[in-house]
């Protein structure tokens, strides 16, 4: 059966929703990065200014805390922890605060991104069997919708800057789900793994993370699957295992992509990194013992 109908329900609820209230200015400023970090020993939420300045620690707890996105309006940051025994969907204030769970179900839930109305989240769970979906709901936990059906596994989804997309990981590839037509469109095939997209802010690019030069690397195309380029190729005397780049997030403007990397430059130890959007000048934004990843920039 067709989803269609709901996915036009969830298009006009967003709609009647609104952008939401305007970002509290005294946190950060605009362009602040969520990222987890291990620094402390445990996985946390941090947010910290464009420039990798000014880190804070927003989240305290003896569980992990990951992936988090900041809303769109800045108040509010989506995260995934373990702290209830399996992962859940969590939303804590970006000022810090207590978390409260919003998905509070025995499956894997994670991932969790926001659409450009700051009121719909999507996210990956595998509650109704043992395969990952994609999910929708508001953003207090709400009307939960399924909108994907398939035998593979889809994750990592994230909306298109004008709400009408989700690109996907399906099965080992990019796909971007039409929200008005309920259509799929696959975008790469190139084995063996293709995930993580990210949409640039004017949605005429996407980035994601791709294996398919030998380890995981940060790729760009554009929006209909085109141009697919290796923005984070490894150097010629570096090993495969030496070299990983993943999480893309784009900054604001465009102009530049966060990334979590791992290379000989940083020891061994998985940093946070920025590149201008044509892979040129990266550039180390965090260092600390322990892994810094998933950065997410509003």
Not at 18 to 37: D, K, L, N, Q
Not at 129 to 138: A, Q
Request: charged share 20%; no cysteine.
């Amino acid at each position: 059966m067709s989803n269609r109908p709901i996915l036009a329900a969830i298009l006009m609820s967003m709609v009647v929703g609104g952008a939401g209230t305007a970002a509290r200015p005294e946190h950060g400023i605009p362009g602040s990065v969520a990222f987890f970090s291990a620094r402390t020993g445990n996985n946390e939420i941090y947010v910290m200014d464009p420039d990798g300045s000014n880190p804070e620690r927003i989240t305290a707890n003896a569980a992990s805390d990951t992936d988090p996105a900041i809303s769109p309006d800045g108040r509010d940051i989506l995260f995934t922890s373990n702290r209830t025994g399996d992962n859940d969907i969590y939303i804590v204030d970006s000022r810090g605060g207590d978390p409260v769970d919003l998905t509070n179900n025995p499956a894997n839930d994670g991932w969790a991104r926001w659409a450009p109305d700051g009121q719909h989240v999507v996210f990956h769970s595998n509650r109704d069997d043992l395969n990952f979906e994609l999910y929708v709901m508001d953003r207090d936990g709400s009307n939960v919708v399924r909108i994907t059906n398939h035998v593979g596994v889809d994750q990592y989804p994230e909306w298109s800057p004008d709400g009408q997309k989700i690109a996907f990981r399906r099965n080992t590839d990019i796909a971007v789900l039409d929200l008005n037509t309920g259509m799929t469109e696959r975008l790469t095939n190139a084995a063996p793994l293709n995930q993580m997209p990210t949409w640039s802010p004017n949605g005429r690019q996407i980035a994601f993370m791709s294996t398919r030069d030998g380890y995981p690397s940060i790729f760009l195309m554009n929006a209909d699957g085109t141009n697919q380029v290796n923005l984070t190729p490894r150097g010629p005397s570096d090993l495969d295992a030496e070299w990983n780049s993943r999480a893309p997030s784009w900054s604001r403007n465009g102009r530049q992509i966060y990334f979590t990397t791992f290379r000989p430059a940083t020891n061994g130890d998985t940093e946070i990194f920025v590149m201008n959007a044509d892979g040129s000048a990266p550039t180390n934004m965090t260092n600390s013992s322990g892994m810094d990843a998933d950065a997410h920039v509003r």
